[in-house]
């Protein structure tokens, strides 16, 4: 386990160091990232395998950023204007090169599914031109990067789908000033189910639903929880995992935005997941389970329900991902 | 790591198996303990090794639990009015047997220190009893017992300074109901500096400090630092250890009634010590630091700020106790 603390302030003397490597394009996965996990509200995240965005990264000679190519969604092209394009204009303005950069975009996480599809945005443009230049920057500084391009998506500086996409496994954001992100360890036989209800919910109406203040018994049982499942995830002790995945603070609030969420947790448990509760600010639900058999039974029991209420949905089934965003050509 | 949970009342079955050894007494030593521990609220706490009380536990013929001897400080003989009597009465109550057990206390830490002084009381008699009965209890099924003595003194039951004292080291007390307590690993570096100002803080006064509620946004940033303490434990990370130990939600308030307290913590930082706060409600002060040398220089600091006041104290350095209670005869 490596504590990552750098501020933000510190990367552009970072830079100073990186290299021109031959390389001039690459492509890479930026995964889908689960933020919240129940009683991590803020802080914790993990990272998905079977769903995240491509993205081309290509070192060009006109200086500058430019958004090339969109494919899968309808986002704006307009460099300050996307997420993608701010994280990399975060990074870029640190550097003092004579060259730049293109940027393909084929996004596959669904805009506003609470999966992490900006933070995957945020954190693709970033990690490949850090690839590009011979990784003059660590993974906290690329954080500090992709947090601006992640408040254009949500308004705030949060970094609980960042820190997973980029490190993989589980993650928890101690701060943001200055940034402390902590690698948990991802025990072996961990799987996520995940449903995406194909349906809009308003940022503006998920935050009003969120308490401003909450009772003190309350909060001392998340950080309870929240204690205990770090616990948990060090010791690999799943029963515990399970006990320790419960929020009673956020999901008594958001989970009525979200259609038979109660049926679909209780059909979740009942199939043998260890817990579920709302991925990031939803409308996507997840669970965890202890095997891939098991991961698969919860998307069955899910399906039952869903199938039947005339909402469109999807569903991704993932081993935890402990590598996070990667080159894949 | 061992999760340790069950309900007290699987507890009367498990006593079925005890054995009656030929020890008929034994002199126990069980230690102060520090509840809290700035960012853990009424779940976290560690172990003493440097002080606690000793008792003399004995069986005899006669049935039911008697209190013979005192020493130190004048607390009730009646077993039913004494914290280590109520916690014996509590285990007694669940067994079959044709004897009775006498309990002799020699009490070193003072009634209302904030470090543990009723819940050494209350595990001790259990302790002793169960060692003498052939173990027939889990260390869990001894702190559901010791709840009931720990409720008399405070009126409510908990286990944060409960759970240290039988199980030693660092615990996390994830519920009351069912009983859970998760053992946290110790750094092997670890000291406790203590400060006792002879002062008394009304329980009543401590509690009417309490916020109800409290900001999300703090919530936020305490089970942050939990999370992030239960990790730089597992990982013997000191400085995220030091990072970890802030309070926003209990601190601010009830640090006020603790005389120079501000001093004090910015006389221990300055010291080199991890962190400081409040043990348990006051009135003493921890500290946490990495070696036997420097706990021994906030030691100083700290005697040098409170000669000065005219305010009586007592100090203590200590190792973190591993081990918790433990025979000593």
């Avoid at 031959?22 to 930026?30: A, H, L, R, T, Y």
């Avoid at 004579?98 to 596959?108: L, P, T, V």
């Avoid at 601006?148 to 943001?176: Q, W, Y």
């Avoid at 997840?286 to 569903?315: P, R």
């Amino acid at each position: 386990m490596e504590l990552h603390k750098e501020s933000a302030i510190s990367c552009s003397s970072a830079a100073e160091g990186y290299l021109i490597e031959k390389m001039n394009e690459i492509k890479i996965f930026s995964p889908a990232t689960v933020a919240n996990v129940s009683c991590g509200f803020d802080v914790l995240g993990f990272c998905l395998d079977s769903i995240g965005d491509e993205m081309v990264i290509r070192k060009v000679e006109k200086k500058g950023i430019a958004i090339t190519r969109i494919e899968g969604f309808d986002l704006p092209y307009a460099t300050e204007l996307n997420v993608a394009g701010v994280s990399a204009l975060a990074m870029y303005e640190t550097l003092d090169i004579d060259f730049g950069f293109e940027i393909e975009i084929y996004k596959n996480i669904k805009p506003g599914s609470g999966i992490g599809s900006s933070a995957a945005s945020a954190v693709g443009s970033v990690f490949g031109m850090n690839e590009l230049l011979g990784r003059p920057f660590n993974k906290t500084e690329l954080t500090a990067f992709a947090i601006k391009g992640e408040a254009l998506a949500s308004k705030c500086e949060h970094a609980d789908n960042l820190a997973p996409a980029l490190f993989g496994g589980f993650t928890l954001v101690k701060s943001i000033s200055p940034l402390q992100i902590l690698e948990i360890p991802t025990p072996d036989d961990l799987y996520a189910t995940i449903i995406h209800p194909q349906i809009e919910i308003k940022t503006s109406e998920s935050r009003a639903l969120l308490p401003q203040k909450v009772d003190l018994s309350d909060a001392i049982t998340q950080w309870a929880n929240l204690g205990s499942l770090v616990h948990a995830l060090h010791t690999s002790d799943y029963e515990l995992i399970s006990d320790s995945l419960n929020d009673v603070i956020v999901e008594p609030h958001r989970s009525k935005l979200i259609p038979h969420f109660d049926n679909v947790k209780k059909a979740v448990l009942e199939s043998g997941a260890l817990g579920a509760g709302i991925s990031g600010s939803g409308p996507s639900i997840f669970s965890l389970s202890k095997s891939m058999q098991t991961a698969l039974n919860v998307k069955d029991a899910i399906e039952n329900i869903y199938s039947e209420t005339g909402i469109k949905f999807e569903m991704h089934v993932s081993k935890i991902n402990t590598q996070g965003v990667k080159i894949i050509e």
